[in-house]
């Protein structure tokens, strides 16, 4: 059966002029894969009169509403109050989620302020949607053959919410449409550039819905079949990956969502083998997204961040007379780095950076966004020249990219050489 | 006087899982500028139903309405039919308008296809606003008090039409309503203790609206301030933020919008000195944050990440007996860090980070979250305990804030003491 969705999002600050409801774009996601349409979203701010208009509209039209935030614990917060004045019911203290939430403060060396007392009120006849991430409760709430989730607004706290809570409810409701997903991540090439390539593949499949995004520095391909048994649509799905990934080669580095971090993480453990780090431009950045996995000290021991000339001699061993001659930002001084930060740190593989972030020190002959990017590995060094385009954070989030892509190409060769 | 708007984007589009609606993040900006508060957005998609109900629900509730979008030339672009029904209007056919669309085709050497005959039809009574940019005219409605302004989509086409015919009949309206606009910011107390404290301050100014953010680690806290003068308006901000700032103490890092990272390196910068870091658990993010800032180089020279024991030695020079006895995650292993990191940089000022940021690692004596942060300075070497919670990436996030605001507190007491 084909059901329609409303989502509303909740909050002051959605409705200045900075901030945009993301939160939404994940929810359609979810909702399209079990063939859910979302056709109309609202925002709307801390005013309880809107706020209960707003829902008892989407009541009226949509078969699924959902809302986002205004769960807090302050005045602000005012989701409780209105989703019960707009579904005509009492508001219910629950002991129990006082309790909850008193022995969570306690854990944290902290006394819960009254006002949290706020978060132990729920909607008459909702089940209760626990939140191990946060202090707001969710709540589900059905009405006829309508359902309505209350969620927290933090991304963190309302996916895992929806995954675990909501998701496996409204599927019951939709019947048996099987969704298989893969999110597939290109380097290297553009958004218009990867839907020339992918468009003719991913259009000869039925059912099958593509959505394909930018993300800094790399297009993600999100494909989805549906079908009516999960058999059927894993196997197709995965079909699709497979042509999808022949079309791209190395420019695909995950075929299952994986981020690029988590790739390096799998070749070098899969290798047994170790990485060191030596970043100036980057500042710390690579290092920061090598360790963002979980267990990367199996493979991950050190990263050093150069800024001054004296540090890339003294932590490196970069020679005085290549900064002299070359500047800091030559391919000599990364080749002289990554050798350097090997031999020092005895790792396998290392990694050096160095370029011109800006918004200064751009020159003629090395503007803003030169990057050097050396890889030292069993076989010697080698570094490439990239230039990068940008503000001083996107060339940034673009060089560790591009420094995280090199290591990847290098692991890859090494084990075909082999 | 203190009007309120709402602003409806149309589209199916931007009902997908990839794009938001960014169009009214620019008008938002715009009508705050004059005193206007938008008080709620709707995103519809290409349905003319609900289109109608959004725009005439939107005309009861709120004295300026924009809709962004389905001016185009297709079927699909239903904003002209759907308004006019909303407004219980007729459409009227404009031979001028179709005459410029003919002579524009004619000039790119193309013959206007009929279907573009429908960009000619306009809401009865509505002022036509020119677009010089695109095909679609947009319209300008009065309604006794009421302004309603249907716009292109495109922004390049939107925002001229906005700011050239939209923007100085609001004006009129409003009257000479001036705003001035403070951002501060908070950390180490949550979201209901800073509003515990800010309420009773903020409600005490008349034309004065707040709203607070809650980002990770920090508290926001934007205030704004309408007044009859420019002059009023910033200094009744001013003084608002300094009742706020006095109530706050060393809890405010920031009264004007400034990130941590920022705050820290105006300091550094005010005194001439310089930092260097040596990191363990947030894995380069604390070097990533500082380097963050343009010109760091002026006061950042060096960090360290060191995960493993053996790069604790070799590059801070950690004693092998401290990690024996106390283990890498220890105030001894943080104070030594420190103070070897200061040492052999020559920076004024270190900071160390050790801890488990999880998932894996933590016993029942130092769970996962437990961090040690340790400052050296002229003055010695002291270390502080901390129990973060949250995932990984929080617990990584929080940490690095609770480091800068160590270094940050650190330096405001060096001054202090002279």
């Given amino acids: 059966m084909q059901l329609s969705a409303e989502i509303i999002a909740i909050g002051s600050e959605l409705l200045g002029p900075t901030r945009v409801d993301t939160n939404s774009l994940w929810l359609t996601e979810q909702l399209n894969d079990i063939g859910v349409e979302v056709q109309?979203?609202?925002?709307?701010?801390?005013?309880?009169?809107?706020?209960?208009?707003?829902?008892?509209?989407?009541?009226?039209?949509?078969?699924?509403?959902?809302?986002?935030?205004?769960?807090?614990?302050?005045?602000?917060d005012i989701t409780r109050v209105s989703t019960a004045k707009a579904l005509g019911r009492e508001l219910v203290y629950h002991d129990e989620i006082e309790a909850v939430l008193r022995e969570r403060f306690q854990r944290?060396?902290?006394?819960?302020?009254?006002?949290?007392?706020?978060q132990a009120f729920i909607v008459e006849g909702a089940e209760i949607l626990e939140n191990p991430r946060g202090s707001?409760?969710?709540m589900l709430l059905e009405l006829g053959a309508k359902r309505i989730a209350i969620l927290p607004g933090p991304p963190r706290e309302n996916q895992p919410m929806f995954t675990d809570f909501v998701l496996p409810r409204l599927k019951e409701l939709v019947g048996d449409v099987f969704v298989a997903r893969r999110v597939m991540k290109i380097v290297g090439l553009g958004e218009s550039a990867v839907d020339e390539i992918a468009a003719p593949?991913?259009?000869?499949?039925?059912?099958?819905?593509?959505?394909?995004?930018?993300?800094?520095?790399?297009v993600e391909l999100h494909v989805s079949v549906r079908r009516d048994s999960r058999k059927e649509a894993d196997a197709d799905a995965d079909e699709l990956a497979r042509r999808l990934s022949d079309a791209f080669g190395i420019?695909?580095?995950?075929?299952?969502?994986?981020?690029?971090?988590?790739?390096?993480?799998r070749l070098l453990r899969e290798r047994s083998?170790?990485?060191?780090?030596?970043?100036?431009?980057?500042?710390?950045?690579?290092?920061?997204?090598?360790?963002?996995?979980?267990?990367?000290?199996?493979?991950?021991?050190?990263g050093v961040v150069t800024y001054s000339y004296e540090a890339k001699v003294r932590l490196l061993g970069v020679r005085q007379e290549t900064l002299d001659k070359f500047g800091a930002v030559s391919a000599e001084c990364a080749e002289e780095m990554a050798a350097g930060i090997r031999e020092r740190s005895g790792a396998d593989h290392a990694i050096s950076i160095t370029g011109i972030a800006g918004p200064d020190g751009g020159t003629d002959e090395k503007p803003v966004g030169t990057v050097f990017i050396a890889y030292a590995g069993p076989n010697g060094v080698a570094s490439r020249k990239f230039f990068l385009p940008g503000d001083r954070y996107l060339i940034r989030w673009r060089t560790s990219q591009a420094a995280l892509d090199v290591l990847r190409r290098a692991l890859l060769k090494a084990s075909q050489d082999r």
Avoid: H, Q
């Fill in 40 to 76: 109309l979203k609202t925002i709307v701010g801390d005013d309880g009169a809107r706020l209960e208009e707003a829902v008892a509209d989407a009541v009226k039209r949509a078969d699924i509403i959902i809302t986002t935030g205004g769960l807090g614990p302050t005045e602000d």
């Fill in 108 to 118: 944290w060396g902290r006394k819960m302020p009254e006002i949290n007392k706020r």
């Fill in 136 to 138: 707001a409760v969710g």
């Fill in 201 to 218: 593949i991913y259009n000869s499949v039925e059912r099958a819905s593509t959505s394909i995004l930018f993300n800094k520095t790399e």
């Fill in 251 to 265: 420019a695909m580095f995950s075929t299952n969502g994986e981020t690029m971090e988590e790739v390096i993480g």
């Fill in 273 to 302: 083998e170790t990485l060191a780090l030596a970043e100036s431009c980057t500042g710390g950045l690579v290092a920061r997204r090598v360790t963002e996995v979980a267990g990367a000290s199996a493979y991950f021991g050190e």
